[in-house]
């Protein structure tokens, strides 16, 4: 039985009519909001000079790197090889995205245990190492020791990764709401609620892959630059507020 290639891509379940319009601007729009996000936390690294911040302004260039990889898939459909190839490049960058956004709220949690209590766990030696190395791991399972790509097998490992993602993100909404409910900043809670959307995003995906919904497919969309959109306005406003407060002491 021939395999189906379109199984890689959610686009297929799109009206053909408008997939070429809704691929380039959904894109467009994913990757030009997490350079931006990317952007805005490189500054905050550099105006703190946190450690930690690093992974975040990394993981949003990983994150726009895998949308972008995701348009080359669709782009390449008929390519037997640079389709499959550019799908699995995609999956493996937007968990290890996502993964180093996680590592940023671990290290920084981790840093305050230490300071307070002057332990060293050991499990979060351990913890780092798994949320950067079961990506890279399940991505890979599909292509050791074969010298072709399974359309299925991917798929399914599509599913695990993405189900992975879930897992991550719902600790980084967790971390992020429990620091700013105890920062007593409200009008920062926007952040986990732009994560619980990228949240919603992953969901959305494991609800067409399982039922092939082009609804779920367009909901992710939608949950995806919404999320995004709604981190970038919320960066932006936190870093004119930072910048306004600088030069108001320089004043003084």
């Known amino acids: 039985m021939a395999l189906d290639p379109n199984v890689l891509n959610p686009y297929v379940l799109l009206d ?8 380039v601007a959904f894109t467009a729009a994913s990757v030009i909001l997490s350079l931006v996000i990317s952007r805005y936390f490189f500054r905050s690294y550099k105006f703190s000079g946190f450690g930690y911040l690093l992974a975040l302004p990394a993981g949003f260039v990983f994150l726009a790197a895998s949308f972008a990889f995701e348009q080359s898939s669709l782009a ?16 493996a960058l937007q968990s290890e995205a996502i993964a180093l956004i996680a590592l940023s709220y671990l290290f920084r949690d981790n840093g305050e ?12 030696i351990l913890l780092p190492l798994a949320m950067v190395g079961v990506p890279f791991l399940l991505s890979t399972s599909e292509i050791a020791g074969k010298a072709y790509f399974n ?3 991917l798929a399914d490992i599509g599913l695990y990764m ?17 620091s700013l409910a105890r920062s007593g900043m409200p009008k920062m809670l926007y952040v986990p609620a732009a994560f ?17 919904s082009a609804f779920a497919f367009a909901g992710s969309l939608v949950a995806r630059v919404g999320g995004l959109a709604l981190f970038a306005y919320v960066m932006h406003s936190a870093t004119s507020k930072r910048r306004i407060e600088v030069e108001a002491r320089k004043a003084a």
């Open 16 to 23: 053909p009519a408008i997939v070429p319009v809704a691929s």
């Open 76 to 91: 390449f459909s008929s390519d037997p090889v640079l389709y499959p190839a550019f799908f699995w490049l995609q999956l």
């Open 113 to 124: 245990r230490k300071r307070r209590f002057g332990i060293k766990d050991a499990g979060m």
């Open 151 to 153: 359309y299925p097998t």
């Open 162 to 178: 993405r189900i992975f993602n879930i897992v991550v993100l719902a600790y980084i909404f967790v971390n992020a709401t429990w």
């Open 196 to 212: 619980a959307l990228l949240g919603l995003e992953q969901y959305s995906l494991v609800m067409a892959y399982f039922d092939n």
